[in-house]
């Protein structure tokens, strides 16, 4: 996840949770020509896909697995907030689901997966901190 901005209400990251990773990564290589490099998940790798030009992470391509299991196929951004307990209390209480978390993202917070009245996803992410 690039760190883009640790103000809430950010969108600070995007990534593609799929079963084919490998395939999808080499379509959007080819489609809008994003470079990759490998990011480390233990027994696999995921990938951040890179601007070609800037060569800096524009998105990532994430393998359905581990930690990563049960989040829906389709893009999903990661909108900063300062406090996921009271965001994820509130989304409940508004008519939202928590599809999924939180869990802690690799020393740098803490993120969810949740759902809006009109069936929307989006992940919430509260950065280490705050």
């Known amino acids: 996840m690039a760190d883009i901005s640790n103000e809430p209400g950010a969108i600070n990251w995007r990534d593609l949770t799929v079963s084919n990773a490998d395939e999808v990564r080499d379509f959007y290589s080819k489609v809008v020509g994003w470079k990759f490099e490998f990011v480390s998940m233990g027994e696999y ?4 896909m890179l601007s070609p030009e800037s060569k ?7 393998h359905a697995q581990g930690v990563n299991a049960d989040l829906p196929a389709q893009w999903l951004i990661y909108i900063n907030v300062a406090n996921i307990e009271e965001s994820i209390s509130s989304c409940q209480k508004l008519g939202g689901k928590l599809i999924s978390g939180p869990k802690n993202y ?3 917070g803490k993120y969810c997966v949740i759902q809006d009245p009109a069936g929307a996803v989006c992940a919430l992410f509260e950065p280490k901190g705050k």
Do not use: F, K, L, R
């Open 45 to 48: 790798s995921d990938y951040n």
């Open 56 to 62: 800096i992470p524009a998105a990532g391509i994430c």
């Open 106 to 108: 690799g020393g740098m």
